[in-house]
């Protein structure tokens, strides 16, 4: 499976900015995908995850909720965050996942169960 992001740049605070992950090599529409973060010197962070069925169900992490809207499509092979009112504290690295098996049954948080990352786009929110 291979992801790779793209999108990401330099914002002002209340801007907004869409990112997208492009997969190739696998059953793209039998996997659940997610958009994880990591700012400097801080632990990957939960984004956002969407199930493989994207009407099936989305997730947020507590940080984007209201703010940002996780889509795909599953013709296309893409994954989309879109992210509004960028908040300083939003500048990170951001990477699209993949889970590691397919038809996953429930959305999760935990690093672990993502097996597939792509390279990670940077954005930077200015206050």
């Known amino acids: 499976v291979q992801l790779q992001a793209s999108g990401g740049g330099l914002m002002q605070a209340g801007g907004s900015l869409r990112l997208s992950c492009a997969a190739s090599?696998?059953?793209?529409?039998?996997?659940?995908m997610a958009w994880f973060r990591q700012a400097p010197g801080k632990e990957r962070e939960f984004v956002a995850a969407?199930?493989?069925?994207?009407?099936?169900?989305?997730y947020y992490g507590d940080s984007v909720k209201g703010r940002f809207t996780i889509s795909r499509d599953n013709i296309k092979n893409t994954v989309d965050l879109q992210m509004n009112d960028l908040k300083p504290e939003d500048t990170a690295v951001y990477y699209c996942?993949?889970?590691?098996?397919?038809?996953?049954?429930?959305?999760?948080?935990?690093?672990?169960?993502?097996?597939?990352w792509g390279q990670g786009t940077q954005v930077t929110v200015s206050s």
């Open positions: 996942a993949a889970e590691g098996r397919p038809f996953g049954t429930v959305l999760t948080e935990q690093r672990v169960a993502y097996a597939y």
């Open positions: 090599g696998c059953s793209f529409n039998t996997y659940n």
């Open positions: 969407v199930k493989w069925r994207g009407s099936r169900g989305t």
